[in-house]
């Protein structure tokens, strides 16, 4: 009997400790339900970023032992500080009731595929840059201290030693510039050659925005004005020139232009109202619309085409037929070109008619 007995406590304690486990167990996956995890929300921080900010969110990592209950509805995240330093992360509803909503603030850091200045040359110290030393390269990576294709870096010097590899940021740059004086007077006109620069190195303090430090940018250049020599040479000391068509000598309105009219020379841009022609032999041919004074740039506004029909002129009207041509002799009423619909009065008859011009004093009578 104490044998039996033995047994049937035995077994309840087997069933006991079962249920106990099954017990544990429901809970355990209840509560591993009921908490949102912490990858879903780095998840949500870097789809924000990758859409918002253009790149891979690096996130402070969360308290391992930190819970937040499971939210009913996408995370929302948001940059509360309008900066890309912090994100705000917010579920509006829960699915338990006794916690509603929850929010938390994280750091991040964005990692970019962006395009930023490096160096492909080593460059000593207080060198300036030119073309050879850099070029823009993808960048990938959470600095934001290199300068990207919206700054040029070209004419900048450098404060100390930079080897090839380098990604160029701000603090590398001199407050010193290599800048150009006039090393002589220039006076208006003058076409800027090397001996009239002297290299300055200049503080941003001393120079202005328009300060040129690209010797190319000068040379060539005419001087807009008389320039002292040691000024500082600036953008609008300067003007370009074209080399253009002027006239050779003065021609009167309605001339049909030759080769001998016209001369090719360089003309400085504030005497180029508007764009002129550096091919004369396009011009001959053309005719004068007014009168056009010697040595004049010659622009489109003061020529035109030469007409194929002149007004008062004789030309032949061609009548095209079914199974044939009729040509009859007519008097140009106006001024007429390629494709122009005009009026003419037949020969002897007197009669009106409307052409379309075709060729050098020759229209077809109008459908």
């Not at 338990?96 to 000593?124: C, E, G, H, M």
């Not at 194929?308 to 079914?322: A, F, M, P, Y």
């Amino acid at each position: 009997m104490s044998k039996r007995q033995g047994l049937a406590t035995s077994f309840r304690s087997s069933i006991y400790w079962a249920m106990a486990a099954c017990l544990w167990l429901m809970s355990s996956v209840i509560e591993a339900t009921q908490w949102h995890a912490h990858k879903d929300i780095y998840q949500a921080i870097n789809d924000f970023s990758k859409q918002t900010l253009g790149g891979h969110a690096l996130t402070t990592k969360l308290d391992e032992r930190s819970r937040y209950p499971l939210c009913a509805y996408p995370l929302q995240v948001t940059l509360p500080f309008n900066n890309q330093k912090t994100v705000k992360v917010v579920c509006e509803q829960t699915q338990t009731d006794n916690k509603p909503s929850w929010s938390l603030y994280l750091s991040i850091k964005v990692k970019t595929n962006t395009q930023a200045w490096r160096l492909i040359s080593n460059i000593a110290e207080q060198g300036t840059i030119n073309a050879s030393h850099v070029a823009l390269a993808p960048y990938t990576g959470s600095s934001s201290r290199f300068i990207g294709s919206d700054t040029n870096p070209i004419g900048k010097q450098v404060k100390r030693p930079l080897d090839a590899g380098h990604w160029l940021s701000a603090r590398d740059f001199s407050d010193l510039q290599n800048l150009w004086r006039a090393a002589k007077d220039i006076t208006q006109g003058q076409i800027i050659q090397p001996i009239h620069l002297v290299a300055s190195l200049e503080t941003s303090r001393n120079s202005s925005p328009n300060a040129l430090s690209n010797k190319n940018e000068l040379l060539g250049q005419l001087a807009k004005r008389y320039i002292k020599a040691g000024k500082l040479l600036e953008k609008n000391d300067i003007e370009g020139q074209q080399y253009v068509a002027i006239t050779n000598q003065a021609l009167p309105m309605g001339r049909t232009l030759i080769t001998e009219d016209i001369l090719m020379t360089w003309v400085p841009d504030h005497a180029l109202k508007e764009a002129g022609f550096n091919d004369k032999s396009t011009l001959v041919g053309w005719v004068t619309k007014r009168h056009i004074a010697s040595s004049t740039p010659i622009t489109k506004n003061m020529i035109r085409k030469a007409y194929l029909v002149i007004k008062g002129s004789q030309v032949s009207l061609q009548i095209n037929l079914e199974n044939y041509q009729i040509t009859n002799q007519a008097l140009a009423l106006s001024n007429g070109n390629l494709g122009d619909e005009m009026d003419v009065k037949l020969t002897p008859s007197g009669m009106i008619k409307q052409g379309v011009v075709t060729a050098k004093g020759q229209l077809e009578l109008s459908q």
